[in-house]
């Protein structure tokens, strides 16, 4: 589908907004409201917005307008951060939620600061756990279902501890529009439906199937009002008793039981491995674009390192003069091949792998790996580097991606920021349903399912109390005074490194808005094919890639960007249209 011309918004030019479109009422979190229905490579504005005191952009519109009735009763961008987060466990259940893990990158005015809530895997936990009796790597779907592949949460403890920092609101306050919503119910969206209607394996729980489906299997239609007493009493536990509530008692023991009770591929948790859980607060991987710095989550995290190396090998390029098309495609595609390159071997959890983080991104390096790309022909497939301050011995090559993810993003008036990532993995996770009503995450399958390769120990293998690699990539941009000017992030298993370094040249090289931004066609490398997303104008570079030797494969490339840009007349926001999200704030 086309970009229409008048689309190609420069933000220099770009206005105010009305918010119209996209407003909900206060009352809305109390009446179910249908969203629009999502077309997968639609391209229609309808997730973008503007306000000049705060603005939420988010995955759903009762989670994005639950942001932004907590930031008009004068909450801070945690405190939306909470509330918005609480919500989309509700109606983006299949997404994230307190049964999985985040990423938040925080911006305070002065400093970046980031909060590892990524799950980690039980203390009984081996390096084996996905090998099959055969002693092979088990099939995806086979590990996936059921309680082998579930982490330690992390959710609820990053959102109160977060929220102790820099929250405004009392506790309670920002999780009662979630507990209102699970009472008084929500209509069930297209895309929830639809995303139902495809699913193989979560009707054969019990407590899913219950919630989710007819009595003869069939998911509940769009509109059909979904309540869950079940979260609400959860939710209300923990505005109570704090995060506790959710790591010890009964909420805990449900849990257990969930993972351990699965009759053909439980778990090992026990009640101490969520007891023990903590957020570790990580230093942000910060590096140059032009006159920007770019700030994003560190190991095990990737996608703050792979961004950065994506933009610091484009920067030797003049990305505002190419525009979208296939040169560009290829000079982003080529870098993106750099950065996987190096992901594989060296990003692990940096409490069991020494990764060298300042070699990665450091400038001088960046420009010998840019020296590797031939403008006019492409290099196929890349090899890891050489990084300077290396203090580790070189593992084997591993991958592991996540499915079922959100973003959001958030600036308060006070000009703080969240740009936070929050995943349970797969669709709908590890198709486990607590009692608590709540869906389990699969994060344990981020790890490499084989052990070891060629025989080195590979990077992200499995151990006990360890944090799977990630792609989640939050970021927060500051211009050159170091304000801040964009909160970026999406999500999307691996390919979430190449939408957010897409959109970042989008905003910063060729100055278009958020919701422009957003929507332009997919594209990049991960060290394989070059992949250009399908039903777009996208397709029409792929004859100009393979003239310069690309192996090109057009494929659905569904992102969720949510980006906010600060301009001199306020925010401006956009929600990826190929989701059904918006971006809406107060003025």
């Given amino acids: 589908m086309a ?51 705060d603005m939420v952009a988010a995955a759903n519109p ?54 590892d809530g990524r799950e980690t895997a039980p203390a009984a936990a081996k390096p084996e756990r996905f090998l099959g009796a055969d002693g092979k790597p088990m099939k995806f779907y086979e590990a996936v279902v059921g309680g082998r592949s579930v982490g330690v949460p992390g959710t609820v403890r990053l959102l109160e501890e977060a929220h102790r920092r820099w929250g405004k609101l009392p506790w309670r306050q920002v999780i009662e529009p979630a507990i209102r919503l699970a009472e008084d119910g929500f209509s069930i969206s297209p895309r929830l439906n639809g995303l139902l209607s495809q699913e193989k394996y979560l009707a054969a729980n019990p407590v899913a199937r219950a919630y989710f489906f007819e009595a003869d299997g069939t998911p509940k239609a769009v509109g059909t009002v979904l309540k869950n007493p079940a979260l609400a009493r959860t939710l209300r536990a923990i505005a109570e008793k704090g ?17 351990t009770g699965h009759p053909t591929n439980p778990g090992d948790m026990t009640l101490d491995d969520l007891k023990n859980y903590k957020v570790v607060e990580r230093e942000a991987v910060c590096g140059p674009y032009r006159v920007y710095k770019v700030c994003g989550m560190a190991p095990p995290s990737s996608g703050g390192i792979a961004v950065q190396q994506i933009l610091g090998i484009l920067e030797t390029r003049d990305m505002a003069a190419l525009k979208p098309g296939p040169e560009a495609a290829h000079w982003i595609a080529e870098a993106g091949r750099l950065a996987f390159a190096d992901r594989a071997l060296y ?5 069991f792998v020494n990764v060298p983080v300042k070699g990665l991104i450091d400038p001088g390096y960046l420009k010998s790996r840019a020296a590797l790309i031939d403008p006019d022909k492409s290099m196929g497939k890349a090899k890891p580097g050489d990084p300077p301050f290396q203090k580790t011995f070189l593992f084997a090559p591993s991958e592991g991606i996540e499915f079922g993810t959100s973003h959001m993003s958030i600036v308060d008036r006070d000009g703080r920021a969240v740009s936070m ?49 990630s792609s989640m990539a939050p970021t927060i941009v500051l211009d050159q005074g170091d304000k801040l000017y ?38 990049g490398s991960r060290n394989g094919p070059t992949e250009l997303e399908a039903g777009t104008e996208a397709e029409g570079w792929k004859a100009g890639l393979e003239a310069k030797g690309h192996e090109v494969k057009l494929i659905d490339q569904n992102s969720g960007i949510h980006a906010i840009v600060v301009t001199p007349t306020g925010l401006v926001g956009g929600a990826d249209s190929r989701r059904e999200g918006v971006a809406i704030g107060n003025n």
Avoid at 243 to 259: L, N
């Fill in 243 to 259: 995060a506790d509530a959710f790591y010890t008692g009964e909420i805990a023991e449900d849990i257990v039981a969930t993972v």
């Fill in 62 to 115: 009762l989670a994005a307008q639950a942001g932004r009735e907590i930031l008009a009763a004068g909450g801070s961008a945690v405190d939306a951060a909470v509330a918005v987060q609480l919500v989309l466990n509700l109606v983006e259940p299949q997404s994230s939620g307190i049964g999985g893990g985040a990423f938040m990158v925080f911006w305070d005015g002065k400093t970046v600061t980031t909060l």
């Fill in 421 to 469: 990532t929050t995943t349970i993995e797969d669709g709908f996770g590890a198709r486990l349903m607590t009692k608590s009503g709540f869906l389990l995450n699969n994060e344990l399958t981020d790890f490499s399912f084989a052990p070891e390769e060629d025989g080195k120990p590979v990077a992200n293998r499995v151990e006990a109390g360890k944090r799977p690699r």
């Fill in 347 to 351: 990003v692990a959890d940096p409490a």
């Fill in 486 to 523: 964009a909160v970026v992030g999406s999500p999307g298993g691996s390919l979430i490194i190449n939408y957010v370094a897409k959109t970042l040249v989008a905003l910063l090289d060729w100055k278009l808005d958020p919701q422009v931004a957003a929507d332009l066609p997919n594209l």
């Fill in 3 to 53: 970009i229409r011309a008048s689309r190609w918004l420069n933000l220099a030019g770009f206005g105010l907004l009305s918010l119209a479109s996209v407003s909900l009422t206060s009352a809305s979190l109390a009446q179910p409201v249908a969203p629009s229905p999502e077309a997968p490579t639609g391209r229609i504005a309808k997730g973008a917005g503007a306000a000049t005191k």
